[in-house]
């Protein structure tokens, strides 16, 4: 629906939001980071060739995603021997976990299907 005066705005008539969670757990910091970011990046190319815009930004109607938005990236670390309560003196590496969560919002249910 367009609706038209001072300014136009659009307004879809039903949407979805997906919120997915991109995880990654390793001893390495630097590989979990990795493969989360390279995740995201790709999951943005898939959408965005949804999210059709027109030259001034705005999202066409036609388009079947309407936004795309992810946080940043978060790493924690958990150190495996912090609860070890068998006081086992094994000196076992950081387990590094790296996160990122994303949404999009669809606006065309059978394009939102076919990607999930």
């Given amino acids: 629906m367009t609706l038209r005066g001072q300014y136009t ?20 910091e630097e590989t979990v980071s990795r493969e989360v970011i390279s995740t995201c990046n790709s999951l943005r190319k898939i959408l965005e060739a949804l999210c059709l815009r027109e030259e001034n930004g705005a999202v066409k109607p036609e388009a079947a995603v309407s936004s795309i938005s992810a946080s940043h990236i978060h790493v924690a670390s958990k150190d495996p021997n912090a609860n070890n309560s068998t006081k086992d003196p094994k000196d076992r590496p950081l387990v590094h976990n790296a996160t990122i969560t994303f949404y999009a919002v669809f606006c065309d249910f059978n394009e939102m299907h076919k990607f999930m």
């Fill in 9 to 28: 705005a659009r307004r879809f008539p039903e949407s979805a939001m997906i919120h997915l969670i991109i995880e990654s757990s390793s001893e390495s």
